[in-house]
Every structure is written in structure tokens, then in C-alpha cells.
């Protein structure tokens, strides 16, 4: 596992966007693991500005993204679709078809897992995954249960997610209260991982995750066992 403390949360969104545009030069046609949520908007803007000023191509990356609510359509401001897009996609040079985010309004959600499964499967894994950290541990949206989850499925979310995301939304009614997410075993079967975490608010958990017992009941604390962890904190 290899921690890097950040002094603040510029230079955690730099040091993020430098560990991804490496993988990116490395290999051009990568397939990054990509994440929303509050954290990973720094990194996003990093690399679009390097992308800016021309020092990272995206012509050949595919992504795939970890998960997206239940019900909300790509238009619609509050899904991760639309968060991609937005602070990301439309930015760089990516090709829209090259990018892939669970599809939260699918007709069948179970065929809709089963073909973000294969289809991960048939990019043939990803190289490089980045990951939030909610405050109970939740990776994705894989939240604390009994079991990991291994593929990709659909999660109740927990109370205290709702919430914590509610500040997105008009009201607190109008966050869903599912959503499809990849699962652990795609999470961990990426070559890398790289975690960021800002904020005094995520210092208890990242301690829980990392360094406390590997239990379902803390999703993120499974990354212990990835052979290539890269965290990266802030928790001033
Ligand atoms: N599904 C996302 C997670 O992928 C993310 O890690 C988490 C933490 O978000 P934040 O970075 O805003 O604390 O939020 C959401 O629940």
C-alpha cells in the first residue's frame, strides 16, 4: 500500500491527476475505473487542464464508471452520467462511445449488471481504478453489509448515504434510494487502485478501512488486499 499525504486539496486532486495521467501516457488505450461523487472533482479539472495545454491524450481511453442511480436519466443534473459529462467528458478528447456508466434506466436491471459484468470482462479489465470513499466505507456503491458483493448488482442505499448525498438534491426526497454499482471483485481485479479521501470528515473511516479488520461491514477495507493500492489524503 503506498499512503501520500496531500497539504491540501489541490495538491490531492494534482497528485490524483498525476497517478492517472501517467497510466494514460504508459498506455494510451487504458481502461480507467472512474468515480464521481465530491472528491474527484479537482482531479477531473487537473487533467482537463493538462489536457489543455496538450499534455495527455484521451483519443484512445475507454472508462468505465463505478455505478449510477436508479432512475435517473443521463439529462437529468443529479446522475453520474451527467456528472461525467459535465466535469469531465465533454472536456477532453475522449470518444463518447468509449465511455460507459451503468445505465440507471434500464428496462431490466439484472441484464443491465450482467452486461456491465461482460463488458468490463470484454475491455478485458481495468487498468487503473479510482475510488471515493463514502463515510461508512462504501466503495461504489457497494455499501456495509454481511457479504462482499462481487459482481455488479443493485444496492439499497443506507440512510446515512441518502443523507450524505442529499446536499446534491433540491430535497432529500428526490435522491433514490437505489442504485446499480459495479461490484468488489471488478473493483479488485483492477491492476491498480487509486483511493483519495478529503477532509477531517474521512479520517476515521480511511483509518477503519485501512488499517482495521477486513470486514463486509467496511466495504473499502477489502482494498488491503490489493496488490497495487495507491492512497492518496487530505484530511485537513
Ligand atoms: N457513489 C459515490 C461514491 O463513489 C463516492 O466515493 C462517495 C463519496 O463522495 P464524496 O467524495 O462527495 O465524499 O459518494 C457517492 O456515494
Given amino acids: ?72 436519466s443521463p439529462e437529468n443534473n443529479q446522475s453520474y452520467r451527467y ?22 434506466l434500464a428496462d431490466n436491471y439484472e441484464e443491465e449488471c450482467t452486461r456491465y459484468d461482460n463488458l468490463i470482462a470484454e475491455l478485458g479489465g481495468i487498468d487503473l481504478q479510482l475510488l471515493g470513499i463514502g463515510r461508512n466505507g462504501h466503495i461504489g456503491f457497494n455499501e456495509p453489509d454481511i457479504s462482499f458483493e462481487k459482481t455488479t448488482h443493485i444496492v439499497n442505499l443506507d440512510e446515512s448515504t441518502i443523507q450524505a448525498n442529499a446536499r446534491f438534491f433540491s430535497t432529500i426526497d428526490e435522491v433514490p434510494g437505489k442504485a446499480i454499482t459495479m461490484g468488489i471483485k471488478s473493483i479488485m481485479q483492477a491492476k491498480k487502485v487509486l483511493l483519495i479521501a478529503n477532509g477531517p470528515d474521512k479520517k476515521d473511516i480511511i483509518e477503519k478501512a485501512l488499517h482495521g479488520p477486513v470486514t463486509p461491514d467496511v466495504p473499502a477495507s477489502i482494498l488491503q488486499f490489493h496488490p497495487d493500492l495507491t492512497v492518496v489524503y487530505c484530511f485537513e
Fill in 83 to 104: 456528472f461525467m459529462d459535465h466535469n469531465f467528458f465533454l472536456h477532453i478528447n475522449i470518444d463518447r462511445k468509449n465511455t460507459n456508466v451503468p445505465n440507471g
Fill in 1 to 72: 500500500m503506498n499512503l501520500i499525504k496531500a497539504n491540501d486539496y489541490n495538491d490531492l486532486s494534482r497528485k490524483a491527476a498525476n497517478v492517472i495521467s501517467a497510466q494514460v501516457i504508459l498506455k494510451p488505450d487504458c481502461v480507467l475505473g472512474l468515480a464521481t461523487g465530491s472528491t474527484p472533482i479537482g482531479t477531473y479539472k487537473q487533467l482537463v487542464e493538462w489536457y489543455k495545454k496538450g499534455d495527455i491524450d484521451f483519443s484512445q481511453v475507454t472508462t468505465v464508471n463505478l455505478d449510477e442511480y436508479c432512475g435517473l
